[in-house]
């Protein structure tokens, strides 16, 4: 078992491509991780709502990404995994910061439709890249590495969040949450090789290391 692991971390660490998406997933869920929190704490304190409320909006999150997956079929026609990345991150880390933008539930619940519908696309979109980069001998060493490193850093997400809720206010919660989303996307604008960002689902290339 143990060599298994070491093995998967040296494909990690030898792979620009891994390595990178690796982190960006695992930042990305770190920031996302006490979403649920700030937002229970957003409809309880600024919006003066009940447990009603958060279902509505927790609902409409899931609803943009039930449709944001329906759609990667057309979204991968049209676009190509970099655009839908950085787009996606775009579009929910804006949609999460304008969240702590205003006291109407109804906007509200707006923007938790539209980040999730980005939510569900880029769901779709990095493991897609995944299973295009990684080795398939690899694979499910390299997924449980992600997976436990998913695991570490939630919970870690959870304990800063939780008490940074107690010393700044929550709309800058979402500020930051959004923006760690954002920057977690841009990234992909930086110069690669790895050739797969640049293509649509549609191509099929060789697994690139």
Do not use: D, M, R
């Given at each position: 078992m143990s060599r298994?692991?070491?093995?998967g971390l040296r494909t990690i660490v030898t792979s620009t491509a891994i390595l990178r998406n690796m982190l960006i997933a695992v930042i990305s869920n770190f920031a996302l991780a006490p979403f649920n929190i700030v937002l229970t704490a957003w409809v309880?304190?600024?919006?003066h709502s009940t447990a009603f409320v958060f279902g509505a909006l927790m609902a409409c999150m899931l609803v943009g990404v039930l449709f944001g997956g329906l759609s990667l079929g057309f979204?991968?026609?049209?676009?190509?995994?970099?655009?839908?990345?950085?787009?996606?991150?775009?579009i929910q880390g804006g949609f999460i910061?304008?969240?702590?933008?205003?006291?109407?539930?109804?906007l509200d619940m707006f923007f938790m439709l539209l980040q999730g519908l980005a939510l569900g696309i880029l769901n779709g979109t990095l493991p897609a890249i995944n299973l295009r980069i990684i080795p398939k001998d690899m694979r499910g060493r390299i997924f449980g590495i992600l997976g436990a490193a998913d695991t570490i850093t939630q919970p870690l997400g959870m304990v800063i969040f939780g008490f940074l809720m107690t010393r700044i206010h929550l709309?800058?919660?979402?500020?930051?949450?959004g923006v760690i989303v954002i920057i977690s996307g841009m990234v992909f604008i930086l110069p690669s090789k790895q050739k797969s960002l640049n293509i649509h689902a549609v191509e099929v290339t060789p697994a690139e290391g």
């Open positions: 298994e692991w070491v093995a309880n304190g600024p919006l979204s991968f026609k049209h676009l190509t995994y970099k655009q839908l990345l950085v787009y996606g991150s775009i910061i304008l969240l702590g933008c205003t006291k109407s539930i109804t709309s800058l919660l979402f500020l930051i949450i």
